[in-house]
């Protein structure tokens, strides 16, 4: 039980650390748009007002996490077509098993 | 004054994230030490995120020995898959080859994997939400592999969500096992009927399945095909030298090195964000629905049968090898002193690890 607690707290801190950090990163991109947006001209501080995109997610993790519940529907078939597969090679394996050990194996 | 402000001036490059991360590299470590959470990986974790989050770090960077080291290790997936052959001559799959059917659990069990993958594709692009899927593998080479193909944007943050639930295994699994079961279901005796299995079925196994999981999931040959070569190397019988130094000195060196630089993907700028949360959400998601998965199969293949199994063992087909197999045997125990399942157990969570590879290889195959 205690090392069950210990262990969640240290899930929970991390946790935090993460929450901590994010916010840290969202707050630093809002100071980062304001210094931005007064180096620029006038009609470069109309452009620069909309959220720059970085096109390389790679180097700035703040992607966004657009919420899109038609990707269920697109990645069903691949549920489907993943499971029946899994289980075909199994089967095939199984069968394939089953007849090595009828030719070579013995029963205690 | 002067000389001081040289030597620690680059404390001003310090920010609070760093030193965030620096506190989760200790939780890590300390999980490692303390907990015996499989240090062999939390613990170069956890030292490398300290490492890769001190100011201007020379580790990291365009020479720095973990870029480098990354380039020539994970980048490629070579680090994964020698570590693959170790994995594979550690494995003894007697307890599996004497009941095949044992394999069907290990098949079930990936249910997690596809479940997480729509879940994560509603808020990741689709090849991130695969490579996030690929944690509920419960295999961190795997997940590595799989990640480092789809080029995910989220490598660190899979690399440590793998590792660290496939060390969680004996706290995720029992509660979620106890919720799925009744106390009769979970007192069901399996007898252990020992079939002796000889040594050409032990030789042509690993052959065999490399060519059939091949032929079906091409991307997977490598993965499929460096586990069974180790295995191969163990009960060839001729190779006692090679399988000793697979199992033990290839696998920690590589080990090693693979903990270490996994770290480098832990930058504070990269991997603190809600991203980064989510997915370790997702990936607990994935070993929950993996866990259930198997024990749900047992209980509809219940239904058809005589002779009935204990539907726990369902649970251990993830492929958390040995932990998963041993958690059900101490339950079964618990439940009653004179159930032993650990051999049916064992041969389930070998099967995993096999449907966990093939469900690999899948993914590769639709996202690659």
């Given amino acids: 039980m205690k090392k069950i607690l210990s262990v969640l707290f240290a899930l929970i801190l991390s946790f935090s650390l993460f929450s901590f950090g994010a916010f840290a990163e969202g707050s630093a991109n809002i100071e980062t748009t304001v210094v931005e947006e007064s180096s620029e001209t006038v009609s470069s501080e109309i452009e620069s007002s909309e959220p720059e995109k970085k096109e390389d997610a790679k180097d700035d993790m703040d992607v966004d996490l657009d919420f899109n519940p038609s990707g269920v529907t697109r990645n069903l078939k691949y549920m489907g077509l993943g499971m029946l597969g899994i289980f075909a090679v199994v089967g095939v394996v199984i069968l394939i098993t089953f007849i090595l050990n009828s030719v070579t194996g013995k029963k205690k | ?368």
């Fill in chain 2, 1 to 368: 004054m002067q000389a001081l402000l040289e030597v620690f001036g680059n404390i001003a490059n310090l920010d609070l994230k760093m030193v965030a991360m620096w506190i989760i590299g200790g939780i890590l470590i300390y999980l490692a030490i303390k907990k015996d959470m499989e240090p062999t990986l939390l613990l170069p974790i956890g030292f490398g995120a300290i490492l890769v989050n001190l100011p201007l770090s020379g580790a990291v960077g365009e020479h720095g020995p973990l870029t480098t080291l990354y380039n020539a290790g994970i980048a490629n997936e070579l680090f994964p898959l020698i570590l693959f052959i170790g994995i594979g001559a550690m494995i003894d799959f007697g307890p599996l080859l004497s009941n095949p059917k044992l394999m069907l659990f290990g098949a079930a069990a990936q249910f997690g994997i596809f479940f997480t993958l729509c879940t994560a594709s509603m808020f990741f692009a689709d090849k991130d939400a695969a490579s996030i899927a690929i944690i509920g593998a419960a295999d961190g080479p795997t997940s590595i592999v799989v990640a480092q193909a789809l080029d995910s944007n989220y490598i660190g943050a899979i690399m440590v969500a793998a590792y660290s639930y496939m060390a969680l295994v004996p706290i995720i699994q029992p509660p979620v096992i106890k919720l799925l079961t009744t106390k009769k279901e979970r007192l069901i005796r399996m007898p252990y009927v020992q079939r002796e299995v000889s040594q050409t079925t032990k030789i042509l196994f690993p052959i065999i399945l490399t060519i059939v999981a091949g032929i079906v999931a091409p991307d997977s040959v490598a993965l499929i095909g460096f586990l069974m070569f180790g295995n191969l190397i163990r009960e060839c019988g001729v190779l006692n030298s090679l399988s000793e130094t697979a199992q033990k000195v290839l696998a920690n060196l590589v080990t090693i090195f693979l903990g270490i630089t996994i770290a480098s993907q832990m930058q504070a700028d990269k991997f603190l964000s809600p991203a980064t949360l989510l997915i370790l959400g997702l990936g607990l998601v994935a070993f929950v629905v993996d866990t259930a998965g198997g024990i749900i199969f047992a209980k509809v293949l219940n239904l058809f049968l005589k002779n009935k199994m204990n539907p726990m063992i369902g649970a251990a087909g993830i492929s958390a090898f040995p932990m998963a197999g041993r958690v059900v045997h101490k339950m079964g125990i618990k439940e009653d002193p004179q159930n032993f399942l650990l051999m049916q157990a064992t041969g389930v969570n070998v099967s995993g690890q096999i449907a966990s590879v093939i469900a690999g290889g899948m993914i590769l195959n639709f996202f690659g």
